[in-house]
Structure formats: C-alpha cells, structure tokens
C-alpha cells in the first residue's frame, strides 16, 4: 500500500468530520434520535427496523436494498468498479450491471484516488430483497444480522487498518445475512483489504457455509420423500384394507341371498 498523501488524508478528515456533524452528532441531536441510536449501539433495538439500526448506529450510512449477488467478484474487485454509486441516495439497479471495458486502471492513478477519495469516511450496505423482507418480519434476525455486520467493522478495523486511517466501507449482504462481499477503501483511496490470505479465509468460510446449507436442503428433502412415501404407504394398506372389507361384505351379501332364495340350506 502506498503513503496516504496529506492532501488526500487532510480531505478525507474534513469530508469525515463534516458528515458525522450534519448527521446529528452535535448538540442539535433531538432525544429520541440520540436515544434510537444508543439502544442500535446496546443492541436493545427492539422493534427497529434493520435500515433503522444501521442508521443510527452509523450516521449518514447508505442503505440499499437491491440484489448485490447480481455483481460478479472479478467486477467488484477491479479498481475501475464506480464504488462511488453506492455512497449516494438514489442509486438504482443498473449499478449492479456494470461490465469492465479496458484494460484495468492502477490504484495509484489519478481518477482512481479521485473516486476513491470520494467515498472516504462513509459507510454504505447492499441488503438483498428476500433479506430486507424476513428482517422486516423478524426483529430479532435483524438484530443478529446487525450485530454481525457491526462485529465485522470493528474486528477488521482492529486487525486489519493501520491506526490514523480513514476507511470507507461498502459491504453486500446475501439473502441469510451473512456478508457475501465487502470492500474497505482506505484513506488516500488505497485498497487495505481484503489480503489474500483474509479472501482465502473468508472464501473457505463462504464455501462451508454453503456446504452446510446443501446439506441441510438434503437432509429436508429426503425428509419430505420419506413423508411422502409412508403417506403412500398408508394410502395403499387403507385402499386394500378396505377392497378387502367390501370383498367380505359382498360375499357376505351374496351368501345371505341365497340362503334367503333357499339355494343354500
């Protein structure tokens, strides 16, 4: 990683400070605002929404409900990904369509540092459709959800950020929850993960998972198929139970007539 330069960390301070003022952090802040927000940071949240949560925990934090799995990893990985979009309100799907043309850019080029710079000392999520509408449903998931999102920022920022910096952080969730994709852009514009050995880690985490949720999906399937054919099964011996009582029943019947017609004494 290259020297953040003074300019750049003198800017992105300002941008930082000048945001966390507008949103609220001073002495204009109402009390239920500043009581929302310290409920998100105790995780007593009851009752708040998850976008609600993100919002006071992070003031001036992007929220975005679109499908982020939609942007491939080669794209959201390249310096030339306009990251930019999702540090404002009003982005729309056509975000998530974005194809490369060209070659790469480098991180140290001018127009590279210039978006980079942009974003710096901003926060901005992707929640998922299907996400957005369980949360909404379950308070409780979208505690746990938020509580994890919040972990990660802290773990990372602890172990992975050198001290002084100032981080933008764009973060995609997928449709449990869990962080599916993430980039932290560090002040100057310099990328400060993940390293490779964070993307092995998180990649074999990611795999495990799905793992673990195939096998789950087979383990409810065959449940289902073993419902299935034990309803079967019981179908058949009622169906044959019951030929078998109208086969009595009919012998029985035709038994009666004839010794009533005097064919069997």
């Not at 934090?61 to 939609?70: E, I, K, L, Q, R």
């Not at 929640?127 to 379950?138: Q, T």
């Not at 994890?148 to 981080?167: H, K, L, W």
Request: hydrophobic content about 35%; aromatic content about 10%; glycine content about 8%.
């Amino acid at each position: 990683m290259s020297i953040l330069g003074v300019n750049g960390a003198l800017a992105g301070a300002y941008q930082y400070a000048n945001r966390t003022q507008k949103a609220g952090t001073g002495s204009g802040v109402g009390f239920a605002e500043f009581a929302a927000a310290k409920a998100a940071e105790k995780g007593t949240a009851t009752g708040m929404s998850f976008k609600d949560m993100w919002q006071a925990r992070f003031p001036g934090a992007y929220y975005h409900v679109m499908d982020g799995s939609a942007i491939s990893q080669g794209a959201w990985d390249r310096n030339d990904f306009p990251l930019e979009k999702f540090f404002q309100d009003g982005t729309d799907e056509s975000a998530l369509n974005w194809k490369p043309t060209g070659a790469e850019p480098e991180a140290t080029s001018s127009q590279v540092q210039s978006r980079w710079n942009s974003t710096l000392g901003q926060k901005s999520i992707i929640v998922p459709p299907e996400l957005e509408e369980k949360m909404k449903n379950d308070p409780e998931l979208a505690k746990k959800v938020m509580a994890n999102v919040e972990n990660f920022i802290a773990t990372y920022s602890a172990t992975s950020v050198r001290p002084g910096r100032i981080c933008s952080w764009l973060i995609s969730l997928d449709e449990n929850g869990e962080i599916e994709k993430f980039r932290v852009t560090g002040g100057g514009g310099n990328i400060s993960g993940p390293t490779e050995e964070e993307q092995r880690q998180f990649e074999t985490e990611q795999a495990a998972k799905k793992k673990r949720r195939e096998e789950y999906a087979r383990l409810n399937e065959e449940a289902a198929l073993k419902r299935k054919l034990m309803e079967q099964e019981t179908d058949a011996r009622y169906y044959q139970s019951s030929i078998t009582k109208k086969a009595v029943s009919a012998a029985a019947y035709e038994q009666n007539i004839m010794e009533a017609s005097g064919i069997l004494k």
